[in-house]
């Protein structure tokens, strides 16, 4: 079982940034992915952006390129979403997920992910 905790949501200008926190315990995860997922009123959660926990390439969605950036700091369990230049439009639920398969296909899809946080909501004023 692994327990997934975000947080860092808040109300920021557009403009502004954020930065979202996912502490993760449990049974060993160092070899899933872990993903960061988006879910705004009336529309389908979707993918932000994943790495595998024990390092190397990392995966965005292309709204969020060049202004989100996924890491994480082993030595907490936490990963990170450095949320720059945020727009109006990024505005939702941010879950954090962790998916226990190898396939990278499956990376970018939300119902692949076995573990889930509880959300934490980000709000961008215009």
């Given at each position: 079982?692994?327990?997934l ?5 808040g109300?920021?200008?557009a ?44 995966y ?6 060049g ?17 720059n230049?945020?727009?109006?439009e ?21 119902y ?11 709000t961008?004023s215009?």
């Open positions: 079982q692994v327990q905790v975000e947080s860092g949501g109300l920021v200008q403009g502004g940034s954020l930065r979202l926190s996912c502490a993760a315990s449990g049974r060993t995860f160092s070899s899933y992915f872990m993903g960061w997922f988006r879910q705004a009123p009336g529309k389908e959660r979707e993918f932000v952006a994943a790495m595998r926990w024990s390092g190397g390439s990392t965005t969605a292309d709204s969020v390129t202004r989100f950036t996924i890491s994480r700091d082993n030595a907490k369990n936490t990963m990170y979403l450095q949320m230049s945020l727009k109006p990024d505005t939702a639920v941010y879950y954090c997920a962790a998916y226990t398969g190898s396939n990278i296909s499956y990376v970018t899809l939300p692949h992910y076995d573990y889930w946080g509880q959300g934490t909501q980000v961008v215009s």
